[in-house]
């Protein structure tokens, strides 16, 4: 093994794999050998039937269907108002003036915190799970798309203006096709962070969706639902991850000679 030398697809998809099989074999020894009590931590095949039980007999599948809803909702909101933002804050300089302090300042904020003040001027129904993700999703991508728009190299865009483009043209035609990979790679990124706030979310007000289960298996000390929550709410996400990461490769395959 030698620094940031790539290894092989088969490769990286077998040692990924085995990582879980370590996890799984260390988890089921812990729980299983007696190590651990099972009030605190359930063993992986009580986890795996108390998770076909809330499939088959619960609704546990209109729960996850509520929460991949808000997520995308939410992302979607924020991602179509955030994308503008951020390319015209990276193209021009009086724009990011204006609005960058205020939106560094935002994102800093948790979108936790606002839960309280959402709750009362929204309720408790779908605008409000919503709000938060819109939130905890909108400041980090205008900012994140402005660097990238801003970071264009500089011999492209004094090129573009050698060869007579006007600052829409180059906008269109320099700014946003040489930034539209890292932009694709930070709305993956964004996307994982959105379904943390989800959860958050749902904790608090929420009669259905993933986070909803998790806190009524937290007062009957089911550990094994919890578990399975968490782990639905890992595989959507890697599901969703791999699903981005394929179509950023099929869009930009340019972008991927080197990595």
């Known amino acids: 093994m030698r620094p940031l030398v790539p290894v092989s697809r088969p490769a990286r998809i077998v040692l990924g794999v085995a990582f879980f099989v370590v996890f799984v074999a260390v988890w089921a020894f812990a729980t299983l050998g007696g190590y651990v009590s099972k009030t605190f931590l ?3 095949v009580t ?5 076909w039980t809330l499939l088959t007999e619960m609704g546990f599948a209109h ?12 992302f979607v909101i924020a991602a179509v108002l955030a994308v503008p ?8 300089k009086p724009v990011e003036a204006f609005f ?3 939106v560094s300042f935002a994102r800093y904020l948790p979108a936790s915190a606002f839960i309280p003040l959402l709750i009362l001027w929204a309720g408790i129904g779908e605008a409000q799970k919503l709000s938060v993700i819109f939130i905890g999703s909108f400041f980090q991508l205008v900012l994140m798309i402005a660097v990238a ?5 500089r011999d492209l865009v004094e090129a573009a203006y050698t060869l007579g483009s006007s ?3 180059l906008v269109r035609r320099v ?3 040489n930034a539209a990979p890292e932009i694709a790679e930070i709305l993956r990124m964004v996307l994982g962070w959105a379904w943390t706030y989800v959860i958050v979310a749902e904790l608090i007000g929420a009669s259905s969706g993933i986070g909803h289960m998790i806190t009524d298996s937290q007062a009957l000390l089911a550990t094994d639902q919890i578990i399975f929550g968490i782990i639905v709410i890992g595989l959507i996400g890697l599901v969703s991850d791999l699903a981005f990461k394929a179509g950023n490769r099929a869009l930009f395959p340019w972008a991927q000679l080197g990595r």
């Open 42 to 44: 359930a063993d992986p």
């Open 47 to 51: 986890m795996v039937r108390s998770g």
């Open 63 to 74: 729960d996850i269907g509520m929460t991949v809803w808000r997520v995308l909702g939410g």
């Open 85 to 92: 933002l951020g390319v015209a804050m990276g193209a021009w």
């Open 100 to 102: 960058e302090p205020f």
């Open 149 to 153: 728009v801003g970071n264009v190299r």
């Open 167 to 169: 600052s829409g043209s």
């Open 175 to 177: 700014l946003i096709p």
